[in-house]
């Protein structure tokens, strides 16, 4: 399987789990807290980075440098999930107090304030809206940025380089 075939999957995937989450949103009219929010801004570098590899499809130490760059995206997305997962396993009387929309906080705050407290999370996050097959949205976007991790960090390592093939 070529790299850039990987690249491309990678994309494609997280253009599809872009498509369910506004699907969520939008016909479901599930709310995105404001680590969702985030989680899908880490989605959106991830496919930025799968594309701009497929586009570009460099060979040797290139191909290796966007593994790294994705591994990084999923990997602070993965944190942001875990952090979703661990407030959601709070019991009640410790879940912080729910906040408003990231909307307006946005309309009220400088954009590294907004980041500070949608990082720390709100009560929002806490809740959980959709389950399927036991796990929560936080759980599978959790498992999709850990595949998405282990992805770049394989072709960090070389696996899929031309080179090994022979």
């Not at 075939?5 to 494609?12: D, Y």
């Not at 408003?100 to 709100?122: C, N, W």
């Not at 399927?132 to 696996?159: K, P």
């Amino acid at each position: 399987m070529s790299r850039r075939l990987i690249f491309t999957l990678v994309f494609l995937v997280c253009l599809a789990l872009l498509a369910v989450a506004f699907y969520m949103e939008y016909v479901m009219g599930l709310e995105p807290c404001p680590l969702c929010w985030l989680q899908r801004y880490a989605f959106m570098a991830v496919a930025a980075v799968g594309l701009l590899a497929v586009i570009h499809n460099p060979a040797g130490w290139g191909g290796r440098l966007y593994g790294l760059i994705m591994a990084v995206f999923a990997g602070a997305g993965l944190g942001l999930a875990g952090r979703q997962l661990w407030l959601q396993s709070l019991p009640a009387d410790q879940v912080p107090a729910c906040g408003p929309s990231v909307d307006y906080l946005l309309d009220v705050m400088p954009l590294f304030e907004v980041l500070s407290i949608a990082m720390k999370g709100t009560g929002d996050c806490a809740e959980v809206l959709w389950s399927f097959l036991g796990l929560s949205i936080a759980g599978w976007t959790a498992v999709f940025f850990a595949l998405m991790a282990l992805t770049g960090l394989v072709i960090l390592a070389g696996y899929f380089d031309r080179r090994r093939r022979r």
